[in-house]
């Protein structure tokens, strides 16, 4: 028996939930049983009453707003626990549309994919700005560097997940999860895939995207905050070989000039080349130790996997 569970995490969407709701399907071919799950984070209006009204079968509520991302990852947990096969995690704005989720799982129903991405039209979208669809598309191309697979559309929140897939995934970014998780599993070796979906009318502006130079500030740091999290030697000690690099060429200079008899002139070449030489190892160092501490990150999240297993087995006799 394969039990599907949508999942919709919501912060104050009584406007727009009910919609999303309405618009599930009840019965998907390939699996046997269809529920929704709503994940009320903190909301301060009737959005755990709404979803009650419009059918979910399960409602999980935060006493404050914990982000998306937690939303996100609590929602994975619950499914986890309440025997989900297949979970699918779509927006409460009803931004995507309802009538793909069959085309989303059916990757996985066939065998090939573990996680499924919707890649939305992206330029065809009316109300994303000129800037965003540009901002969207520099993210995927990150997290495509970054995670070795070739998703096209990675913020899409709109997505499949089978669950053992669900197990080994952690988010440790609060903004968002959506481009953590790709790179998590291209690094783990999942099978992950993208399927076209179509988007519907835009309900409500978006609630991660205030401002554009807000969104720019928050997207650049979650873009650093990747690389140096999974790519940590990279991220340091590419740099700290350059700059050993520049430090020499003073160094260099400082040399010839001494060895020529003019070496009192130009003690500034000695002083500038060891100091770039200095932070050029110091970063050398620091990108092994961020490496090495990767590995220890990665134990662990091998450890909790494998506590999630024997947690579900416990609990599934």
Same mark, same amino acid.
């Given at each position: ?24 399907? =009840? ?15 903190? %909301?301060?209006? /009737? ?8 059918? $979910? ?35 409460? /704005? ?6 793909? &989720?069959?085309?989303?799982? $059916? ?19 009316? =109300? ?19 995670? =070795?697979? /070739? ?8 997505? $499949? &997940? ?16 959506? +481009? ?10 999942? $099978?992950?895939? %993208?399927?076209?979906? *179509?988007?519907?009318?835009?309900? *409500? ?13 928050? %997207? ?22 350059? %700059? ?26 000695? +002083? ?10 110091? +970063? ?21 996997? *494998? ?5 579900? *087995?416990?609990?599934?006799?």
């Amino acid at each position: 028996m394969k039990k599907l569970i949508i999942q919709i995490p919501c912060y104050n969407e009584e406007q727009t939930l009910g919609v999303t709701l309405d618009a599930l399907p =009840h019965t998907v071919a390939g699996v046997e049983s269809v529920e929704y799950l709503v994940i009320d984070d903190g %909301s301060t209006d /009737d959005t755990a009453r709404v979803a009650k009204e419009h059918g $979910a079968h399960h409602v999980v509520r935060f006493k404050r707003n914990r982000g998306l991302a937690r939303a996100f990852m609590e929602g994975l947990d619950f499914c986890i626990k309440v025997g989900a096969d297949i979970i699918v995690n779509t927006d409460a /704005d009803n931004q995507y549309n309802a009538e793909d &989720i069959p085309a989303l799982i $059916a990757p996985i129903l066939r065998g090939e994919a573990e996680i499924v991405i919707g890649e939305r039209p992206i330029s065809d979208i009316g =109300h994303f700005s000129l800037t965003k669809k540009l901002l969207q598309k520099v993210g995927s191309w990150v997290v495509r560097m970054a995670s =070795h697979t /070739d998703i096209p559309d990675a913020p899409s929140g709109f997505r $499949a &997940i089978t669950r053992e897939a669900a197990m080994r995934l952690n988010v440790f970014n609060d903004y968002t999860y959506t +481009l953590e998780t790709i790179i998590q599993a291209g690094r783990k070796h999942m $099978a992950i895939t %993208s399927v076209p979906v *179509r988007v519907n009318e835009n309900l *409500r502006p978006s609630r991660l995207v205030k401002s554009i130079p807000m969104y720019l500030r928050r %997207s650049i740091f979650t873009v650093v905050r990747i690389f140096m999290t999974y790519r940590p030697f990279r991220f340091f000690a590419f740099p700290g070989i350059i %700059s050993m690099i520049i430090g020499m060429l003073p160094l260099v200079r400082f040399v010839y000039y001494y060895f020529t008899g003019h070496g009192a002139g130009h003690i500034q070449s000695l +002083l500038f080349g060891i100091l770039l030489i200095g932070i050029g190892a110091s +970063l050398v160092v620091v990108g092994l130790l961020a490496d090495l501490i990767g590995v220890n990150r990665m134990l662990l999240e091998d450890i909790r996997w *494998r506590l999630r297993e024997i947690e579900y *087995r416990q609990h599934h006799k």
